[in-house]
């Protein structure tokens, strides 16, 4: 059903409810039909939450400080805001898909209560030498594999210029020069303040 059908008997019903925001929101079914704007792509732990060994419980999570200012602060400057994780511990056996994913779920609802929105989260279960044979392989999406990132550029209608990585291992920036976008070492204290620092040195004029 059409989104303009569906939601007025949500929101009357009390279903659904709304948030506004400044900056772009975009129904995925018409991204192509967009301008290409830049990216940026982030790591999740050590950048978004902070990394004690495997985070997967929401109830446990950290968030690092500055993190929903920074997503909202590239939201209102219009770039796409992209998470790009490597989840071994999937392929370790100490989670699953469908832990990851409930903890995207709550991060995404975590960070809408702030009016910041992250467009699309990426996630590896992948290792060379993961426990549960299923995840066992080596993944060209696994950092410092480009897969991910190149995955969300041939999906969504990202501009080149203008667009990087922020990560809190070397991995990371290996990850987005393989892709072909500068990737910036983040020391996991405060994003909002490199994420402004990011910016001021891009050309992209926002939107
Ligand atoms: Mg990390």
Redesign the pocket.
Known sequence: MPLHQALPPLLASGQARGLEASGRWLDPATTHALPPRPAAFL?????LIV?DHYPHDPAKVQWIPGAWQAVRRLNEAGYFVFVVTNQAGVGRGYYTEATVRHLHRWMAAEMAQAGAHIDAFEYCPHHPEADVAAYRRSCHRRKPGPGMILDLMAHWPVERAGSFMI???ST?VAAAAAAGLPGHLFPSDDLDRMTTIILSASNFSGV
């Open positions: 790591d999740r732990d050590g950048v990394d990560g809190d291992r990371d």
